[in-house]
Nanobody, 123 residues
Framework: VQLVESGGGLVQAGGSLRLSCAASGTTFTITAMGWYRQAPGKQRELVAGTSSVGGGTNYAESVKGRFTISRDNAKNTMYLQMNSLKPEDTAVYYC?????????????????WGQGTQVTVSS
């Protein structure tokens, strides 16, 4: 599985951006996808996630009501719509996928990361 993000950039506080993550390869084995972010000097944190089974979603408290995660399975693409952006949302945003397969040793999970896309929110 390969993941390629796009859509980052510079925006003023209160503005919006939409990030995209295009997946390729054996995408039919992906069980979950999500967006993480990492600001300078901070640990990488989960922003939003979505499950391939049932389509459930979850969000970090700091982005609830402002960000929306979605997937277009026909295009193998995941999105993160970010509204009402704040300077504290400034970070590198990473696309993440978990691929699950059944092997002779049982169920195995593998993680994949995109290269990241910079989001900068000016005050």
């Amino acid at each position: 599985v390969q993941l390629v993000e796009s859509g980052g950039g510079l925006v003023q506080a209160g503005g919006s951006l939409r990030l995209s993550c295009a997946a390729s390869g054996t995408t039919f084995t992906i069980t979950a996808m999500g967006w993480y972010r990492q600001a300078p000097g901070k640990q990488r944190e989960l922003v939003a996630g979505t499950s391939s089974v049932g389509g459930g979603t979850n969000y970090a408290e700091s982005v609830k009501g402002r960000f929306t995660i979605s997937r277009d399975n026909a295009k193998n693409t995941m999105y993160l719509q970010m509204n009402s952006l704040k300077p504290e949302d400034t970070a590198v945003y990473y696309c993440h996928a978990v691929r699950g397969i059944i092997t002779t040793e049982g169920f195995q999970e593998y993680e994949y990361w995109g290269q990241g896309t910079q989001v900068t929110v000016s005050s």
